[in-house]
């Protein structure tokens, strides 16, 4: 089993910043692209942003130069650092990760793994 724990939502006035932080744990052979998605009430989940196990980085237009997506390959954690937030900024925010995960003396194919969701309310 492979498990995704988010951390650092919460309330923030337009302008400020936050950062997510976003743990894989279990049985993990190799993570390949991870990433963040967010999803507002009464709305689907888009793409915020997503870094690849190189360090190549993909963003929303909407957040682009605004948030940073990074990652610790040691630590299997990916971060959001987000700056200058926006009430449309709001909702609740996923992790994924594309995991093959150890089975045996092998490892499965790469399938996506959702994390909790944290909330962030941009609002003052």
């Known amino acids: 089993q492979v498990q995704l724990v988010e951390s650092g939502g919460g309330l923030v006035q337009p302008g400020g910043s936050l950062r997510l932080s976003c743990a894989a744990s279990g049985s993990i052979f190799s993570i390949d692209d991870m990433g963040w998605y967010r999803q507002a009430p009464g709305k689907q989940r888009d793409l915020v942003a997503t870094i690849s196990s190189g360090g190549r980085t993909n963003y929303a237009d909407s957040v682009r130069g605004r948030f940073t997506i990074s990652r610790d390959n040691a630590k299997n954690t990916v971060y959001l650092q987000m700056t200058s937030l926006k009430p449309e900024d709001t909702a609740v925010y996923y992790c994924?990760?594309?995991?093959?995960?150890?089975?045996?003396?092998?490892?499965?194919?790469?399938?996506?793994?959702w994390g909790q969701g944290t909330q962030v309310t941009v609002s003052s």
């Open positions: 994924k990760a594309d995991c093959r995960e150890r089975v045996g003396f092998g490892f499965t194919p790469y399938q996506g793994y």
